[in-house]
Nanobody, 121 residues
Framework: QVQLVESGGGSVQPGGSLRLSCTYT?????MGWFRQAPGQEREGVAA????????YYDTSVAGRFTISRDTAKNTLYLQMNNLKLSDTGEYYC?????????????????WGQGTQVTVSS
């Protein structure tokens, strides 16, 4: 079982920045970030294919968010810039061992506990 632990959430004003971190116990084929706003379904934000480094972003965050990882530290990051009110939600780190990768939830099987991000003015 792969374990993941998120950190770095908090409250920020519109236009601000946050960096989320996710430590994991072992590397998987695909790693990503998801979020869920109150009353909404969970949606894929960004994904990273560790077998080559390809990245994928939801259109709502493209150009503002960056997914990356530090292989030496077994840590996945989500740099969030120019945050908007609509970015508010619970953010989850996820990992999958299947040979496919995108922001679609079907590729993921392991999940972190979540960290809250609140953007408010």
């Amino acid at each position: 079982q792969v374990q993941l632990v998120e950190s770095g959430g908090g409250s920020v004003q519109p236009g601000g920045s946050l960096r989320l971190s996710c430590t994991y116990t072992s590397t998987t084929y695909c790693m990503g970030w998801f979020r869920q706003a109150p009353g909404q379904e969970r949606e894929g934000v960004a994904a990273l294919n560790t077998n080559g480094g390809s990245t994928y972003y939801d259109t709502s965050v493209a150009g503002r968010f960056t997914i990356s990882r530090d292989t030496a530290k077994n840590t996945l990051y989500l740099q969030m810039n120019n945050l908007k009110l609509s970015d508010t939600g619970e953010y989850y780190c996820a990992a999958g061992r299947r040979r496919g990768c995108s922001t679609y939830e079907k590729w993921f099987e392991f999940w972190g506990q979540g960290t809250q991000v609140t953007v408010s003015s």
